[in-house]
């Protein structure tokens, strides 16, 4: 019998295949955690790298997982094929919205400019009040450290203000980021304006 969904967290993951195997397994070990928590998985339907390492460990622990992807990305082949329930996208804004949209929580793996991109943009939207899940940054090896450092400094500098720290939580292994999700609460922080 098929465990019931409570909801679905979006994982932002690198497509990168040349990297430290921790990256790798820290990976497969959050997917393995989501499914038995009950949460699908949904991320961008890539095949390699921490994107394919998460999807991996949430199948084979009998989870689900929700692929959304681009047409010109499924077109080069780039699509995961073990993945059974995937959405196309006819481009990369309309990907993000939509992993957005489908999004209880959302949780970002290291990656490159990419996967930088989209946690950059989620934390721009929960600052705008667009999006309000929470949003959890898994800093494998201290993988983030400079950005949260750069993040922090805007803050100092007064870019940002001081609630807006509150936009993120940090967890240093899956198992943290899996019990940051489970105790989130919705968090209150000053309007950008």
Request: with cysteine.
């Amino acid at each position: 019998m098929k465990q019931e969904i409570r909801g679905n967290v979006c994982v932002f993951a690198a497509s990168s295949a040349n990297i430290d195997e921790q990256y790798l397994a820290d990976a497969r070990e959050l997917g393995v955690l989501l499914a038995q928590g009950g949460w699908r998985c949904v991320n961008g339907g890539g095949a390699v790298g921490l994107m394919g390492a998460v999807t991996d460990g949430a199948l084979d622990a009998g989870g689900e997982v929700t692929g959304v992807i681009p047409k010109f990305m499924v077109d080069n082949g780039w699509l995961y094929d073990r993945l059974e329930d995937v959405v196309v996208t006819a481009d990369m804004h309309q990907r993000k919205s939509m992993m957005s949209d489908m999004a209880d929580a959302v949780i970002a793996l290291p990656g490159g400019v990419g996967t930088m991109e989209e946690l950059l943009e989620t934390l721009t939207w929960r600052q705008l009040g667009l999006v309000k899940v929470p949003v959890i940054i898994l800093n494998t090896l201290g993988y983030y450290d400079s950005l949260l450092t750069l993040l922090n400094h805007a803050i100092s500098e007064g870019f940002m203000k001081t609630s807006h720290a509150r936009l993120w939580q940090v967890a240093d292994t899956p198992a943290q980021a899996v019990a940051l999700l489970q105790s989130s609460e919705s968090v209150e922080f000053e309007s950008k304006y």
